[in-house]
C-alpha cells in the first residue's frame, strides 16, 4: 500500500512562488509571495515567513498557488490579496474601486494641516470627499480627524458598496461618514462645505493607452480618465466648487504632475485667490490647494 504524499512545507511552496514570479517579471518577487501566503494563511507575512518549514494544508497550497497565478498574469497584488493599506487604514478593495496610492495618503495629511492651523485642536468644521472610490480619503479624515461632518460621494454605486463595507469595518469614529451618490458636486447641492477635498480622474486618453497593462485591464477606467486632455474633472470641481464650500473653505485636489501649471492656470481664472502646488512623496508637484472669499 502506497504512503500518502507528505504536505509541502511553506517553504517549498514559497520557493516555487518566487520562481514563478520571477519568471514572470513580477517586481520584489519573494515579498510579493510572502504576502501571498500571509493572506492566505491569515497571517501577517513575517509569521508566515517565521513558520516557512511547517506543512501546509493541500487547500491552503492551492489556493496560494491560485493567487500566485493571478499576479503573474498582471492583476495587481491588492486586488487578489483584497485589501490594501492607506495611512492607519486596511481597506477592502477590488475591481469595483481604483486602489489607493501612497500619493494619495499625502493630500490627507495636508488637509489635516489646514484644518488645525484653522481651527487648532478642534472641533472642526465639515469636510466633503468627492470621488471618493474605497472611502480612503473620507475613512482616513474620520477616524484621524476632529470634523464635525464627513461626507463621501461617488458617482459609482458600486463603489459606494466598497466604501460602506470598509466604513462597517475600520474604527468607530468612521460610522458618522455621509455616504451620498452622485456625479462630482451634484450630491452636496444646497449645502456649505468647509473643505472639499478630491482625488478625481485625471489621465488622458492617450496617457491611458499608455498605463501599465494591470492598471488598464484590471482598475476602474472611469476612475483614472478624465476625456481626451486630462482636465475635464478638474475643471469641473475649480468652477463648480463656489457653489457648495463655505467662504474661506479650502479646495484640495490631487493633479497630474505634468499638469499641474496648467492646473494653477484654470484655478485663477476661476477666481480662486493664491492656489498653491504641493508636492507628494516622491517631490512631484501633486496635490493643488485653493481658497477663495465669496463677495
Keep these: 500500500m502506497r504512503e500518502a504524499a507528505a504536505a509541502p512545507t511553506a517553504a517549498a511552496v514559497l520557493q516555487d512562488a518566487v520562481a514563478e514570479l520571477r519568471t514572470a517579471g513580477i517586481a520584489a518577487p519573494q515579498r510579493t509571495a510572502r504576502e501571498l501566503l500571509g493572506a492566505v494563511l491569515s497571517q501577517e507575512p513575517g509569521l508566515a515567513w517565521l513558520g516557512r518549514h511547517q ?3 493541500a487547500a491552503d497550497a492551492a489556493a496560494f498557488q491560485a493567487g500566485v497565478a493571478r499576479v503573474c498574469a498582471g492583476e495587481p497584488l ?9 495611512r492607519s487604514l486596511h481597506l477592502a478593495v477590488d ?10 495618503e499625502g ?14 485642536a478642534g472641533p472642526w468644521g465639515t469636510v466633503a470627499d468627492v470621488g471618493t472610490g474605497s472611502g480612503c480619503i473620507a475613512l482616513s479624515l474620520a477616524t484621524e480627524g476632529a470634523f464635525a461632518a464627513v461626507v463621501g460621494t461617488d458617482v459609482s454605486a458600486d463603489a459606494l458598496a466598497v466604501a460602506r463595507a470598509n466604513a462597517a469595518g475600520v474604527p468607530a469614529g468612521a460610522t458618522r461618514v455621509e455616504w451620498r451618490s ?7 447641492a444646497g449645502a456649505q462645505f468647509d473643505i472639499i477635498v478630491s482625488n478625481p480622474p485625471y489621465v488622458s486618453e492617450t496617457e491611458w493607452a499608455g498605463l501599465e497593462p494591470g492598471v488598464r485591464a484590471f482598475e ?5 480618465v478624465s476625456a481626451e486632455e486630462g482636465l475635464a474633472h478638474t475643471r469641473a470641481l475649480l468652477e463648480g466648487a463656489p457653489t457648495v464650500l463655505a467662504p474661506g473653505g479650502l479646495l484640495a485636489l490631487e493633479i497630474d504632475a505634468r499638469r499641474a501649471g496648467v492646473a494653477v492656470q484654470l484655478a485663477r481664472r476661476a477666481q480662486w485667490q493664491e492656489p498653491v502646488v504641493r508636492d507628494d512623496v516622491f517631490g512631484r508637484p501633486r496635490f493643488l490647494l485653493a481658497t477663495r472669499e465669496w463677495s
Excluded at 107 to 120: I, K, Q, S, T
Aim: cysteine-free; charged content about 25%.
Design 78 to 86: 491588492a486586488y487578489v490579496l483584497g485589501s490594501q493599506a492607506f
Design 220 to 224: 476602474p477606467r472611469g476612475a483614472l
Design 55 to 57: 506543512e501546509i494544508a
Design 95 to 104: 475591481r469595483r474601486v481604483l486602489i489607493p496610492r501612497p500619493e494619495t
Design 182 to 188: 452622485g456625479d462630482l458636486l451634484d450630491p452636496l
Design 107 to 120: 493630500l490627507v495629511e495636508l488637509v489635516f494641516a489646514w484644518a488645525r492651523a484653522r481651527w487648532g
